[in-house]
């Protein structure tokens, strides 16, 4: 089985210059906060969690070819139609046709800045004990993922050694897929450039990736 993620877009040639923007400017369009307000609203409701608000982002199949909330707002719609909270004739009309289903939570907007303020936490208590420390030298694992995965594909296979062992967290590839949260110990692995992408890497530089503990196995 295969699974098309746009998840790992990092590393990868052929998409242009990077256009450095000045610190501070957030958007670019009148309709670009209105699309920021959109899905942290309905994220609010606990209708699905962060983690399958990026798998449907990550999957558009016309992702590249998106802006940055162009993908926001195309897979708020396909999060709301899966879920039966947007019916088509709706998204055609663009307005509302039918009566609104319940949700779990409201976000009211009295409560928006305390909410934001107080975030979502992902640490969670330990099942078992950490199986690497830092200093330990690592591999990630080859395969591609048949699932939702933070693992980037130009990481996978490659050598690197822990850096920080962050405490286990709430494992992204089972949460985004309505499997529950799976706690996970999670690890900042830090990789020569070189080990990613040969040749064409700048000579010392380092990039560190967090990555759960089943994306790892002991480097020989």
């Known amino acids: 089985m295969s699974y098309t993620t746009h998840a790992d877009l990092g590393g990868r040639d052929g998409f242009g210059r990077v256009l450095p923007e000045p610190e501070g400017e957030l958007f670019h369009a009148a309709w670009e906060p209105r ?3 959109l899905t942290l609203a309905m994220g609010a409701t606990g209708a699905w969690n962060i983690d399958m608000s990026r ?6 199949p016309d992702y590249a070819e998106l802006d ?11 999060l709301l139609a899966e879920r039966g909270l947007l019916q088509s004739d709706e998204l055609a009309a663009g307005r509302a046709l039918h009566a609104a ?3 779990p939570r409201l976000l009211r907007a009295d409560d928006v800045a305390a909410v ?30 048949d699932h939702h995965t933070r693992l980037p594909g ?6 690197g050694t822990v850096e920080r062992v962050h405490g286990a967290h709430v494992f992204a590839d089972r949460h985004a897929h309505g499997l529950g949260e799976q ?16 040749d ?8 560190c990736i967090d990555a759960w503990e089943p994306y790892l196995e002991a480097a020989g």
Do not use: H, M, N
């Open 154 to 159: 130009y990481a996978r296979g490659k050598r």
């Open 183 to 198: 706690p996970q110990w999670l690890y900042s692995v830090a990789f020569d450039a070189a080990e990613l992408w040969g």
């Open 55 to 60: 798998r449907a982002r990550e999957t558009l």
């Open 200 to 207: 064409a890497a700048c000579p010392g530089s380092v990039v």
């Open 35 to 37: 699309a920021l307000a």
């Open 101 to 103: 289903p319940p949700l």
């Open 116 to 145: 934001l303020a107080r975030g979502a936490p992902t640490e969670r208590p330990a099942a078992a004990p950490a199986r690497f420390g830092v200093g330990d030298a690592v591999r990630t694992r080859a395969e591609a993922a």
């Open 68 to 78: 940055y909330y162009r993908i926001w707002i195309a897979a708020l719609q396909r």
